[in-house]
């Protein structure tokens, strides 16, 4: 297939169609029409703030569309990618009661009822049918919510869209279900070439079975909508013959696409009436906000996103959360997001991967991005007008990051930064307790060097100082400011910045930001502008991961979870206990390549216990391992596991071993207590990058601290 000259735009546009339907719909989620209007009114923009809930939120419309879709780099990017390995992934990426799904029980979540499926050896699509778990189960919504990549990695086909779709959605749905999912996923695809809505629903149903209750369904509607103008009338139709009382189970799929469908036709195209229709309507708003938000995101594109009604894009600020167990990820933003779809797009399609400004984590090269870049607010910050994306003054590309500051008084500073991770010990708090967990792993350690391209507008009236900081979080979570080496700003100037993380003992970095400083021997104040051309970071860490000397808890909030008992009440920095199967406590980020990983442990009653490299989920790491048959073993997971060397080693439970495990190119290296037991060349499917991870099965295991470094 050939890519459309706009694809990467339209991508970003549907990304950010999705995050805006989603925090659009997701504070009255489940509400019904009536509720809505009487305590709400029609929805018109964001109402989080009228109901004292955060904009940006941990949601499995967001997390499971741009995480189940990882199953297609993870496989090569193969064409005739199957359910079964849309089904590893979800168990790889997936941490059980956690994570991306909601967790109500077997039999009551249909996604629940699947992972459990998938964990017990049931393989995709077998995992989600209809012979398995009945029709109810199989028909709600969630084949639908999570559909909108499968589409934007095919623009222009949407045959190859639908059957994406379909694989995806039967590894937990069947029936119409299925149908849903396929009509949406034709229609984004083709409306990265189409705008008409009528060639799009044509498209989208003629790859139906017509004796469907979606067919005839969008049929209805397509009939009431001709003869009736009223959107309000054409929902009442909607409820009395197509309801949540005509359809069992919590959240079915029929209802909930009816009104898509619905919205799209009444809203004529138009983002903000569209979104305005489908959430007044009510039921499962977010969903259903979310994927129409994708699909007139990716039609409309970001010119008309920007025009259409209120200000979408600034209270977002691109930000996204995606909670997996691949932790350095979980902190994210459109862009990112966006390119990491494009990518695969473009790698079916046979096109090279895109790489903006030498691969920068932060590049700003899409219109309007910011990235999460925010000015920071707090007494010792003045002056920070704005944050603006802009063109020009890159030396790497096309865009850069405008910092406007005001009435900068001698001394003062001001401070642009984004989240690296968790933004705030509250934060974690909040989603910990709400149902979807904010897991993460901070996206920067000490030892890596940060770089970043910065120019100061040419009419500035003054020089300022500017330079790198993070913040970090200290005693008590409270965050603290650590700055790297500061430079002189004439106007005009074009500086590139760099500074290696020193050691912070063992808090984690929350946020990474520049700095620009006014001459504290100045008078008057300073106006001007400086541009952020990109920020980013390079090298494996060396840190050691412990716990800090004074009171707090997001160094813990910095592993992610996958142990069944993970406390903070015992005496060692890390005590794990796993009841049943193998648990893993992971953090770092897939950034990683070559370093070495060691941890001193303590194992008690396992049937095997050990650490962890290059880590990319629940089942994809290698592993060095002290086993209950008085063996060590090297193994590799991945799609089962692999015991790629394996040594005898008398130890016992109790004892203390010194754990080192060296992965450099394809060769992976265990030591045991200094010397070299198991060492293996993985020429086939190696895994290139990842964390690290404490590993314990069946039983508990103890350590205080891990250290990551050089594998020389």
Request: net charge negative; with cysteine; hydrophobic share 40%.
């Amino acid at each position: 297939m050939s890519l459309p000259p706009d694809y990467l735009e339209r991508v970003y546009a549907g990304v950010l169609g999705k995050l805006i339907g989603v925090y659009l719909g997701r504070p009255f989620e489940g509400w019904s029409y009536e509720r809505i209007l009487q305590e709400l009114g029609e929805i018109e923009y964001y109402v989080h703030e009228r109901l004292g809930v955060p904009l940006i939120v941990t949601d499995d419309d967001i997390s499971g569309t741009f995480t189940f879709l990882r199953a297609l780099p993870d496989y090569a990017n193969r064409r005739d990618l199957t359910p079964a390995q849309i089904g590893q992934t979800w168990l790889n990426y997936i941490v059980e009661r956690r994570t991306i799904l909601w967790w109500g029980g077997l039999g009551n979540s249909t996604e629940h009822t699947a992972f459990l499926r998938l964990k017990h050896g049931i393989p995709a699509p077998q995992s989600g049918a209809i012979a398995t778990n009945g029709q109810v189960v199989a028909e709600q919504i969630g084949a639908q919510i999570f559909i909108d990549g499968w589409a934007m990695v095919a623009p222009g086909d949407p045959e190859l869209a639908a059957d994406l779709a379909r694989r995806a959605a039967s590894v937990s749905h069947d029936g119409e279900a299925i149908y849903g999912a396929q009509v949406l996923a034709a229609m984004e695809a083709l409306a990265f070439v189409e705008s008409d809505i009528d060639t799009l629903l044509d498209t989208a149903v003629a790859l139906l079975a017509r004796d469907s209750v979606i067919y005839r369904m969008i049929e209805d509607i397509r009939g009431w909508h001709a003869g009736e103008a009223d959107w309000r009338k054409t929902r009442a139709q909607i409820a009395a013959h197509y309801g949540y009382d005509q359809y069992g189970g919590n959240c079915h799929m029929i209802p909930n696409h009816g009104l898509i469908v619905h919205a799209l036709l009444h809203g004529a195209g138009d983002f903000q009436q569209s979104l305005k229709i489908v959430n007044t309507c009510g039921w499962d708003t977010d969903c259903n906000s979310g994927n129409l938000g994708c699909l007139l995101g990716i039609r409309n594109g970001l010119a008309a996103l920007d025009c259409s009604g209120p200000d979408w894009r600034g209270p977002v600020a691109d930000r996204m959360y995606l909670p997996t167990a691949d932790g350095g990820r979980a902190i994210s933003d459109a862009v990112q997001e966006s390119y990491h779809v494009v990518n695969i797009g473009r790698a079916l399609a046979g096109e090279p991967s895109l790489a903006p400004k030498e691969g920068a984590r932060f590049h700003f090269e899409l219109p309007g991005s910011v990235q999460g870049f925010q000015p920071e607010e707090s007494a010792a910050v003045r002056g920070v007008a704005a944050v603006e994306n802009v063109p020009g003054h890159s030396r790497r590309g096309q865009r850069s990051l405008a910092i406007r500051y005001r009435g900068l008084a001698p001394g003062r500073a001001a401070r642009v930064a984004t989240p690296v991770f968790i933004p705030s010990a509250a934060v974690a708090d909040y989603f910990s307790r709400r149902g979807y967990a904010l897991l993460a792993s901070p996206q920067l350690y000490p030892g890596q060097t940060l770089r970043a391209g910065l120019a100061m507008d040419a009419a500035n009236g003054q020089s300022v100082r500017g330079n790198l900081y993070v913040q970090v979080y200290g005693a008590h979570d409270a965050l603290e400011l650590l700055r790297g080496p500061g430079v002189d700003l004439a106007p005009g100037a074009q500086q590139e910045l760099e500074w290696t993380l020193p050691d912070t003992q063992g808090a984690p970095i929350a946020a990474v930001g520049v700095e620009l400083r006014s001459d504290p021997g100045r008078h008057g104040r300073a106006d001007g502008i400086g541009y952020l051309d990109y920020l980013t970071w390079e090298g494996a860490p060396q840190v050691t991961l412990r716990r800090p000397s004074w009171e707090g808890e997001m160094w813990r909030h910095a592993w992610v979870n996958g142990i069944d008992q993970y406390e903070h009440r015992w005496p060692e920095s890390f005590r794990l206990a796993q009841n049943e199967g193998r648990g893993l406590l992971i953090t770092g980020t897939r950034d990683w390549t070559d370093y070495a990983v060691q941890a001193t442990v303590r194992p008690h009653l396992v049937r095997s216990g050990g650490i962890a490299g290059r880590v990319q989920g629940m089942r994809r790491f290698y592993a060095l391992l002290l086993c209950d048959d008085q063996t060590v073993r090297l193994v590799k997971a991945l799609d089962g596991d692999t015991v790629l060397a394996q040594a005898p080693l008398a130890w016992r439970f109790g004892g203390d071993y010194d754990l080192r495990l060296v992965v450099q190119g394809n060769t992976i290296v265990g030591y045991v207590d200094g010397q070299e037991v198991v060492r293996a060349v993985d020429a086939d499917r190696p895994l290139e990058g990842g964390g690290v991870a404490l590993v314990v099965e069946e039983g508990r295991m103890a350590t205080e601290a891990v250290g990551v470094g050089s594998p020389s």
